[in-house]
Nanobody, 122 residues
Framework: QVQLVESGGGLVQAGGSLRLSCAAS????????MGWYRQAPGKQRELVAA???????NYADSVKGRFTISRDNAKFTVNLQMNSLKPEDTAVYYC????????????????WGKGTLVTVSS
């Protein structure tokens, strides 16, 4: 059983910063990709940033230059440093782990955390 737990959301003024963290737990041997998605009210969930175990990153155009994703492969954690926040960044942010291999040799895809709310006031 793989679980993801996010932390670090909250209320911040426009121009401010927040750091989101996510920790994966369970009988994990490796995780290929970890990432952050967000869903604003009335909108579809969208990719914010993702990072592979090799360190390759991918960002949504709307956050490039403002957000930085990082991970610790040994601890199965992923962080999202968010700077210069804008009101349009307001959303529930979800942590994702894709292609997880367990110590038992089993393989799973697309694990999700429960989400953490980020609210940016203008």
């Amino acid at each position: 059983q793989v679980q993801l737990v996010e932390s670090g959301g909250g209320l911040v003024q426009a121009g401010g910063s927040l750091r989101l963290s996510c920790a994966a737990s369970g009988s994990i041997f490796s995780i290929n990709a970890m990432g952050w998605y967000r869903q604003a009210p009335g909108k579809q969930r969208e990719l914010v940033a993702a990072i592979t175990s090799g360190g390759s990153t991918n960002y949504a155009d709307s956050v490039k230059g403002r957000f930085t994703i990082s991970r610790d492969n040994a601890k199965f954690t992923v962080n999202l440093q968010m700077n210069s926040l804008k009101p349009e960044d307001t959303a529930v942010y979800y942590c994702n782990a894709d292609r997880v291999v367990t110590i038992w040799g089993t393989y799973g895809m697309d694990y999700w955390g429960k989400g953490t709310l980020v609210t940016v006031s203008s």
